[in-house]
């Protein structure tokens, strides 16, 4: 069964930064391409960035891009968020997801929440 | 990077049909069959619905259908049930410079 666990979420002040990780099992990590999509409070999705199975080939959103540093450890099975920067509009529940070659998220973690407040 | 265009709500009865529209351009939902749809329970993560504009799942029931025309994706579920009642999402591929865009959201409500 797969299972993505997202940790690293909480308060940070407006500028400052953040990094999430997240934990995968029950599939082959190193196969995988991932990606970060984010929720505002009572807001939509949206997609922050993708990474391919070998971090060769990384996109970001145009409203993360040269803030945010998608990475990941396949040694570790982990996908990471580095967040430089921030402002309020960050504020959401951030999730990692596996990617299909279809271009689709398949499978999705719980999310963890980053409060963006003075 | 801008969102795709879904109504805001839709609703139906129990047994009845829904259809939600997912409006893009040629450079995402039109240039590509790359359409993707998801299902959102209040103070859940997302759950794949629809791939590739008309493929389902493993699991997911045969009420839910999808389908594009041009620049505009639907999704259809058929025979609406209580547990259906969420928020739906489309997204789309559409090239390295906007690899994955969603749209805007629709709130289903089974009346």
């Known amino acids: 069964e797969v299972h993505l666990l997202e940790s690293g979420g909480g308060l940070v002040q407006p500028g400052g930064s953040l990094r999430l990780s997240c934990a995968a099992s029950?599939?082959?990590?190193?196969?995988?391409?991932m990606a970060w999509v984010r929720q505002a409070p009572g807001k939509g999705l949206e997609w922050v960035s993708s990474?391919?199975?070998?971090?060769?080939?990384?996109y970001y959103a145009g409203s993360v891009k040269g803030r945010f540093t998608i990475s990941r450890d396949n040694s570790k099975n982990t996908l990471f968020l580095q967040m430089n920067s921030l402002g309020a509009d960050d504020t959401a529940v951030y999730y990692c997801a596996t990617i299909h070659s279809g271009y689709y998220f398949d499978f999705w973690g719980q999310g963890a929440l980053v409060t963006v407040s003075s | 990077q801008s969102a795709l265009t879904q109504p805001p709500s839709a609703s139906g009865s129990p047994g009845q049909s829904v259809t939600i529209s997912c409006t893009g351009t040629s450079s995402d939902v039109g240039g590509y069959n790359y359409v993707s749809w998801y299902q959102q329970h209040p103070g859940k993560a997302p759950k794949l619905m629809i791939y590739?504009?008309?493929k389902r799942p493993s699991g997911v029931p045969d009420r839910f259908s999808g389908s594009k025309s041009g620049n505009t994706a639907s999704l259809t579920v058929s025979g609406l049930q209580a547990e259906d009642e969420a928020d739906y999402y489309c997204s789309s591929y559409g090239g390295s410079n906007n690899w994955g865009v969603f749209g805007t959201g629709t709130k289903v409500t089974v009346l």
């Open positions: 990474i391919s199975s070998t971090g060769a080939y990384i």
């Open positions: 029950g599939f082959t990590f190193s196969s995988n391409s």
């Open positions: 590739e504009v008309s």
